[in-house]
T-cell receptor, first 108, second 112 residues
Framework: KNEVEQSPQNLTAQEGEFITINCSYS?????LHWLQQHPGGGIVSLFMLSSGKKKHGRLIATINIQEKHSSLHITASHPRDSAVYIC??????????FGTGTRLQVFP | DAGVTQSPTHLIKTRGQQVTLRCSPKSGHDTVSWYQQALGQGPQFIFQ???????QRGNFPDRFSGHQFPNYSSELNVNALLLGDSALYLCASSIGVQETQYFGPGTRLLVL
């Protein structure tokens, strides 16, 4: 079993839909990262959070430390949101452990 | 301000060869981490450099080694390449080991 699990693995949506990607982890962490990876490999860091909720534009990330669970929400999704979304848990030793990613496709 | 840069962008090697990948961190960043991402998988942590020393290491054999220079740039060296080393190699930089990491575009290595 992976230490960081994401669901779903693949997600398709119509433009405008509200999207939720989930991340569960089984290790002690100091922070959790949400990353976006576009075709070709470039990775962009979206959020780093250790408690509560963060919002940036149409993106919202939440984390529940007790339940070891985090969610990434995209409101009013757009085709340009199509990418792989990866959650990564920062261990207390500072090492990042990555989930396998959620491939999102948003159709017009 | 240039972000994290990596070179080369693509590389083809044959089994048994050695390869060196390079990473220049974002301006002001002093910590560099390297990751290997196989096709369809999430990145796997290789090691992290801070103050020119390897601070953390993932589950990779000694064939994988690195270096950090006084200007904080870093190299990843892989000896005796195997077919399974084919992957996207990502470098990420940060200010210290606790802060948000910024990723480079990656070097795509193909071992034939």
């Amino acid at each position: 079993k992976n230490e960081v699990e994401q669901s779903p693995q693949n997600l398709t949506a119509q433009e405008g839909e509200f999207i939720t990607i989930n991340c569960s982890y089984s290790v002690g962490i100091s922070a959790l990262h949400w990353l976006q990876q576009h075709p070709g490999g470039g990775i962009v860091s979206l959020f780093m959070l250790s408690s509560g909720k963060k919002k940036h534009g149409r993106l919202i990330a939440t984390i529940n430390i007790q339940e070891k669970h985090s969610s990434l929400h995209i409101t009013a999704s757009h085709p340009r949101d199509s990418a792989v979304y990866i959650c990564a848990a920062r261990r207390n030793t500072d090492k990042l452990i990555f989930g396998t990613g959620t491939r999102l496709q948003v159709f017009p | 301000d240039a972000g994290v840069t990596q070179s080369p962008t693509h590389l083809i090697k044959t089994r048994g060869q050695q390869v060196t990948l390079r990473c220049s961190p974002k301006s002001g960043h002093d910590t560099v981490s390297w990751y290997q991402q196989a096709l369809g998988q999430g990145p796997q942590f290789i090691f992290q450099y801070y103050e020119e020393e390897e601070r953390q290491r993932g589950n990779f054999p000694d064939r994988f080694s690195g270096h950090q220079f006084p200007n904080y740039s870093s190299e990843l060296n892989v000896n005796a390449l195997l077919l399974g080393d084919s992957a996207l190699y990502l470098c990420a930089s940060s200010i210290g080991v606790q802060e948000t990491q910024y990723f480079g575009p990656g070097t795509r290595l193909l071992v034939l």
